[in-house]
């Protein structure tokens, strides 16, 4: 069972940012596709962006196109999601997930898509 561990979540005040990153195994991290998705109050499970084992390709949900970006760092298997501009529609639990191989960018993926996940970070957002 791979194993994915996030952090960074907390609370801001509308128009902040937060980073999250989730952290696993090399060999997870080298073959796949990692991604975060969210789970707002309320709402079913959301994906929210991915990133390809090349870093090549990303997918972006519409609602944090030019707000939220996602990084790899491959030494030290870890994948960020910086999220900025942040607004109250962004409180959630935001999950870090994997799936074996790339991704297309214009793809709608959902938590099907995807096999491995952590276990959440809260991210609230007041206004």
């Known amino acids: 069972q791979e194993q994915l561990v996030e952090f960074g979540g907390g609370l801001v005040q509308a128009g902040g940012s937060l980073r999250l990153t989730c952290t696993t195994s090399k060999s997870t991290f080298r073959v796949n596709t990692m991604g975060w998705f969210r789970h707002p109050p309320g709402k079913e499970r959301e994906f929210v962006a991915a990133?390809?084992?090349?870093?090549?390709?990303?997918n972006y949900a519409d609602s944090v196109k030019g707000r939220f970006t996602i990084s790899r760092d491959t030494a030290k298997n870890t994948v960020h999601l910086q999220m900025n501009q942040l607004e109250p529609d962004d409180t959630a639990v935001y999950y870090c997930?994997?799936?074996?191989?790339?991704?297309?960018?214009?793809?709608?993926?959902?938590?099907?898509?995807?096999?491995?996940w952590g276990q959440g970070t809260q991210v609230t957002v007041s206004s």
């Open positions: 990133i390809s084992p090349s870093s090549r390709t990303t």
């Open positions: 997930a994997a799936r074996f191989g790339e991704i297309a960018s214009r793809v709608k993926y959902t938590e099907h898509d995807f096999k491995y």
